[in-house]
């Protein structure tokens, strides 16, 4: 398996605090990515990054923010956490000629109430 | 983007070959198929990806018609831990290479004893 982890991997947090989730990659990849899964809309990526400091948005990007200043850590912040960002968050590496080629993370359940 | 069409479910019985079939009639030349399987509560498993040639490796077989406008992805001999929603992807490569993947809802596999 790849070497990503995920902290937490569970959080419960309340409505209007800042939450900032950690993916960690022992692979020495390029790519990493992070996407949302709920229900009824399957896997949605918010942001990646191609490079340190290199990132862009996905398609479900507001209300997140991401940094990567090393390689093998790109941080997801929610700046102010609301009940619709309830979800759990799953971090992604590829470091292949296809970036499409990915491994996922464990995943980070997050309960905002 | 070229989108896919998969079954909601399947059965396939324990031991037996599963047949996974996927649509993809508007794909361009230049777009690969990629699968992916989400096992409950885990994240996606990355399993083979092709262009127009079958494809296999320790996991499954790609088929990909002449046409390219559909694809099938077998396990030859499924056991219960195949159990998993599985995901058709078409993505292109070269100068589009962000990694963008796009989940659909993809088709749930039951492995029956």
């Known amino acids: 398996d790849a070497g990503i982890t995920q902290s937490p991997r569970h959080k419960v947090t309340e409505t209007g605090t800042p939450v900032t989730l950690r993916c960690h990659q022992t692979?020495?990849?390029?790519?990493m990515y992070w996407y949302r899964q709920d229900p009824g809309h399957g896997l949605r990526l918010i942001h990646y990054?191609?490079?340190?400091?290199?990132?862009d948005k996905g398609e479900v990007s507001d209300g997140y923010s991401v940094s990567r200043s090393k390689t093998e850590d790109f941080l997801l912040t929610l700046e102010s956490a609301t009940s619709s960002q309830t979800s759990v968050y799953f971090c992604?590496?590829?470091?292949?000629?296809?970036?499409?080629?990915?491994?996922f993370g464990p995943g980070t359940r997050l309960t905002v109430t | 983007d070229a989108k896919t069409t998969q079954p909601p479910s399947m059965d396939c019985a324990e031991g037996r070959a599963a047949n996974l079939p996927c649509n993809h009639s508007?794909?361009?030349?230049?777009?690969?198929v990629y699968w992916y399987r989400q096992i409950h509560s885990q994240g996606p498993q990355y399993i083979i990806h092709?262009?127009?040639n079958n494809e296999t490796n320790e996991m499954a077989s790609l088929i990909i018609t002449e046409d390219r406008k559909s694809s099938t992805l077998i396990l030859p001999h499924a056991t219960l831990r195949d159990t998993a929603v599985y995901y058709c992807?078409?993505?292109?490569?070269?100068?589009?290479?962000?990694?963008?993947?796009?989940f659909g809802q993809g088709t749930t596999l039951q492995v029956k004893p």
């Open positions: 990054s191609y490079g340190v400091k290199d990132t």
């Open positions: 992807i078409v993505s292109p490569p070269g100068s589009s290479n962000t990694g963008k993947l796009i």
């Open positions: 092709g262009l127009k």
């Open positions: 692979e020495n990849h390029r790519y």
């Open positions: 992604a590496i590829s470091g292949t000629s296809s970036s499409y080629e990915q491994y």
């Open positions: 508007t794909i361009s030349g230049n777009e690969y």
